[in-house]
């Protein structure tokens, strides 16, 4: 039982991943403090938490973006630290600072961390020192200069914001006169996003993976790593589905790649845990590309193949400064995988969804674990994040984890809110996936057209039967709509007995 | 109260008509092809549908004209509609609702403007992703009956258009 | 993937067992069915299932005991073959004849196996002859006999059932004329209970531990262990608490009682997944107790120390006739600890509780497992054994694993129907189960006073007020009580703020 | 319809006295100590009550005459009680009634038969277990509620008697 100097710590979070914090807050028996918009009153992270403070409106700047409100509520509740979670004010340095500055302790990385790994340039700067590679690029001001650089690297190059993240504002380029509109572009959203115009290039990779390794650093120049995640299946920069280990790394390139990034967060001196990115070539060169310095939506799949809690070990950190183990006793066990659960419409170019979901179920299986933000009867707002949940599975090998994957995949059960779950299903059967044998455009060059074929196909006779009867018989909150005592017509309209598909009833 | 039922699902829009034969027996007749079931109401307002070899388990929920709809392990989204009319923010409409609830962010045109067809017209934005709607012909701006930084559901009308340029 | 011969496999049980079973069928594409008395139509474990078929009345005897109804449906479903899952029929020769005879493959041992092992002579003979260490003991159908040998073998002496088990009929005596009361007494029970008045002497060990071990055969006489579990937290001979590793095993120790269960089960020649139950006496002395020819309630503990699924296992053997990997490459990782959750009042003399369970939820958390047979509005019959659920945990250490363990058991809730989670609470937070110091008569003899010290505590004054507040405002199902009009009178009455317990608020 | 309800608290019995103050305060008394409670109804029914220092979330659950709450992460089962009465089931009771939900499986005794202290008269089994009705007093039987193989709640009286041999 580790003993942290925390009695109280403030989750500056919402959703899932605030749920999951207080789940380790509570284990160690550290008094979680919940905080919410007026949109979240009542929401799931403030019932599992010990308490909940109200923080402002709905619009994130009003809550869970408004750093004054943050620290009243973390002084009101007696809280001495606060966990920042994932998105929000984690990766802020401003608030970082302010959190120090009220005596409190933020359960991160220095705030001259966040600021170093913020600034893209900077990152790759330190990763060069650290004998990191980095991919191809070129930095300035001046787009001709911008230009000239990309000649020397060779197109296609992609445009990227310095100070950007998530594939905002990303631009690609294949010869000059593109280039410079996709600079223009660039530092137009780069300057209405992240309130700095300046952009930097890098050479464009192609069919690239996205590996990425956990670190864990005591901010004193040790740190270790926790292995790797493959990250490659995305859509549109958005991860869907992540796993540990990587279906692409033998093992004296996951010996490169981890020892990589661990010198990169000694370099960094780097405090707590923290994730590299890297791009992966299919000849199997690998490059820098950023660092996270918060604890990533992906961390369970590290989680369950080395068996460490993350969430306690940066509480370890935060409270002890230094390491809870070495290297040597960090071993992994077979195969994880992480589905990520989104209120979109996949079939309807995954439009956002939000809304009353009036019934809410998630897989219950050996080896499965579901880290959830809503439950039966919970709301899902609009101004938010669209994660609903996340499904992880843990096997032996990755062909059983997939399969345990796609068993929990159809376990899950969310009506009210239209859910990514018909897309994750697909995903997790299709071949590519259990070949391993995809890199980051896979699912929008290719998978989306063969998902779109199978999402528009029509539904069972079945299923409309049972809505219909649903109304009939008035289950289910729809109105009844059917007269009941109507009496058949004998023998009359078409009858065609087995024409009908009839999923588990022939 | 009529025994025929229409549902959209996806493209399609598609026809129930439910004929009860006492007891829990059901004659259902979907898209002009029909089948008995027996229909029993479990205590969660599970439904278990009876077939000839075997059972299987629905649960239906009701969210607006939406229908959730699983079958077993298999989920399936219908829409409930009025026998005959198309709905005209679907596919076949003119893309003048708002695709989802979300918050408008942006009124690009303004009444009485003339725009062209694709010309965007309003921004809403949910789940930090913004959507654009667009003119879906040439025409003229009727009405535009959401402000920015109004909250919307899904499926409000939110510009009115003229075909006239 | 494993490919097993079975497309479809009936389900001879209920409740969690049912559910937990049907998971595994579901990630390996077999098409499960469930089998349901008139009680528990509609029940969880008929939902999870691909099919359910009614197979009698609610008293077991008509339907989860009645042979002819369960092969009928498994042949009306095209089942293959049938998991009897534990208790009901899971270890009665003649179902699995039954079974057989119709075609169809149990899942389990050969019915030879199942009689040999409910014979608890048959089966000590057995562990002789595999050198198994057994408790001193005697045989015999004279009375007289058995005093004799009681006398050899020194009281105290236990009297057992020889077709018997948990604990049913068992008696004990420190001298002869108890011992011949106690015979008697056991003859009548063992003959209304098992249909054979036959029963025999062991030593009473005193402070013995209960530890059993997972041994999985391939029926052909191979066979290897997944290691051990500690049973000894009982009450009444019912397993509360489940862990593995034993607490009370060093290596050497766990090397030669795993051996010792590996030789049994070599022996007799076994097949599939059993347990070999252990004593063990404080100086680390064990005896064979008995054979258990079914997958256990507290299977998963073991999964989660070995990362195996046992049911996965279970359909291998039965399918392909052999052990799918040796046993070197069976390895544990940290430390899993069972509760387990029944509908009973430990406030009121562990009361078996049945009613409907209108609100429940279960932990969610990382590293917590439950197996649950009930969701929130289900049904709790009082026709079956009263277990609920079981939460398991899995963590790095045994500190953990019981840290971790009380808080997974402070988030389950269940309204409607009482069960002893609060008793679970207070044992899991107990400071001899931290010390692993207890026997299997501890609870029993030290730790049910103490437990009722704890639940005669008043609840505390924001509980009475929540539970009027509710009746007032007309949620939680209660009627509305109280006027909600009547004004508040002007400072009269008692107000001596500060004077209730306000857990959360103060 | 009284503002004071009285409650079983195991051997316990206790009072509540609200006072609504306008909003969501209310004025609460317990075993006459009051203090003042601001009370926030969640969506699924839970509440929220706030004091002096921060909130706490409760939900109550009835079942017949009990009341499961849970505060935060800790649990207790009431009791309603008309006031002052107490139920004849409860501990200070007869133990005559079904202690819980079961199955009569054996009547011991008739109508009419005189019994010791102690002496067994019914029992009833649930979930495996059986638990033996025993006669609280020496008495004689009046009645026998109930009958071999029969069904019952919790509550439910089973066996009456007489004081007198």
């Known amino acids: 039982m580790i003993r942290t100097v925390f009695k109280t710590v403030l989750i500056a979070n919402r959703g899932e991943i605030a749920c999951r914090i207080a789940a380790t807050l509570h284990e160690l028996r550290i008094r979680s403090v919940a905080v919410h918009s007026e949109a979240d009153r009542g929401a799931l992270h403030t019932r599992v938490a010990d308490q909940a403070i109200a923080i402002g409106a709905a619009e994130p700047s009003a809550s869970y973006l408004n750093v004054a409100a943050l620290i009243a509520a973390a002084r009101a509740s007696g809280a001495e630290a606060i966990h920042p979670g994932y998105g929000f004010l984690a990766e802020n340095a401003e608030f970082a600072d302010a959190v120090e500055g009220a005596g409190l302790v933020f359960i991160g990385p220095t705030s001259e961390q966040i600021r170093l790994m913020g600034d893209k340039r900077a990152a790759r700067a330190l ?35 310095a100070f950007g993240g998530g594939g905002k504002g ?13 600079i223009e572009s660039a530092q137009h959203i780069a300057q209405s996003a992240f309130g700095d115009a300046k952009v930097f290039l890098e050479r464009r990779l192609e069919r690239a993976r996205h590996v990425e390794v956990q670190v864990l650093g005591d901010g004193q120049g040790d740190a270790i790593h926790l292995f790797e995640r ?10 869907v589905i992540e796993e540990s280990p990587s279906p692409a790394l033998d093992e004296p390139l996951r010996a490169r790649l981890t020892a990589a990034a661990v010198a990169l967060a000694r370099k960094a001196r780097y405090r707590g845990a923290g994730t590299v990115e890297f791009l992966l070539e299919p000849d199997g060169h690998f490059y820098f590309l950023e660092m996270n310095t918060r604890l990533q939506v992906e961390h369970p799949v590290t989680e369950l193949v080395t068996g460490l809690d993350l969430v306690r070990l940066q509480l370890q950190v935060a409270s002890e400064g230094k390491l809870p183990f070495k290297q040597a006793q960090v071993e992994r066990r077979g195969h994880a995988i992480e589905a990520r659960v989104y209120a ?18 998630w897989p219950r299986s050996p080896f499965v674990r579901v880290d959830a933000g809503i439950e039966s009867g919970d ?14 599975v843990h096997a032996g090998d990755r062909g059983e984890a997939l399969a345990r994957l796609a068993g929990a995949l159809d376990e899950a059960c969310v009506h009210g809110v239209v859910t990514n779950l018909p897309f994750l299903r697909a995903l997790a059967r299709s071949p590519e996936v259990a070949q391993g044998a995809f890199d980051t455009e896979w699912i929008e060059r290719e998978f989306l057209r063969s998902f779109a074929a199978l999402s528009g196909a029509p539904a069972p006779e079945l299923a409309l039967a049972a809505a219909a009867l649903a109304e009939s018989l008035g289950v289910g909150g729809a109105r009844n709509g059917v007269s009941r005592t109507r009496r058949a017509p004998d023998g009359a309209g078409p009858f065609a007995k087995g024409r009908w598909r009839l999923p588990g009833l022939e | 109260m009529s025994p025929r039922t229409v549902w959209r699902d996806g493209e399609r829009e598609r026809t129930v008509e439910l004929s009860p034969l006492g007891g829990d027996r059901y004659r259902v007749e979907v898209d002009g092809v029909a089948r008995e079931l027996g229909v029993e109401r479990l205590a969660d307002g599970t439904l278990r549908l009876t077939g000839d070899h ?29 026998s005959g009319r198309r709905r005209s923010g679907g596919p076949g409409g003119g893309g003048l609702e708002s695709p989802m609830p979300g918050i408008v962010t942006r009124v690009l045109v303004a009444a009485g403007e003339a725009v062209k067809k694709g010309q965007p017209l309003l921004a809403i934005e949910a789940m930090k992703m913004e959507h654009l709607i667009r003119a879906p012909h040439e025409g003229r701006v009727r009405r535009i009956a959401a402000a920015a930084g109004e909250m919307v559901d899904g499926g409000v009308p939110l510009v009115e258009l003229d075909a006239d340029g």
């Not at chain 1, 990191?132 to 190059?157: F, H, M, N, S």
């Not at chain 1, 493959?230 to 991860?239: A, F, G, I």
Request: with cysteine; charged share 30%; aromatic share 4%.
């Open chain 1, 127 to 161: 990763a060069g020192r650290a004998k990191v590679p980095v991919v191809p690029g070129g930095e300035g001001d001046d787009p001709e200069a911008l230009v000239r650089a990309a000649r020397t690297i060779g197109y296609p190059v992609m445009v990227k914001a």
């Open chain 1, 379 to 392: 709301t899902v707002p609009v101004h938010y994040d669209p994660i609903l949940a996340k499904v992880i």
């Open chain 1, 344 to 361: 979109e419409d996949a079939a309807r170019d995954f439009l956002p969804q939000a809304g009353h979901a009036s019934r809410v179920r």
């Open chain 2, 54 to 82: 075997g059972s299987v388990t629905a649960e239906v929920t009701a969210a607006g004209e939406r229908r959730f709809v699983r079958l077993g392990r298999l989920d399936f989204v219908l829409e409930r509609a009025a």
């Open chain 1, 170 to 182: 990303m631009r690609a380029a294949s010869d000059d006169a593109a280039l410079r509109e996709a």
């Open chain 1, 230 to 239: 493959e990250c490659s299946l995305q859509r549109r920069h958005q991860k």
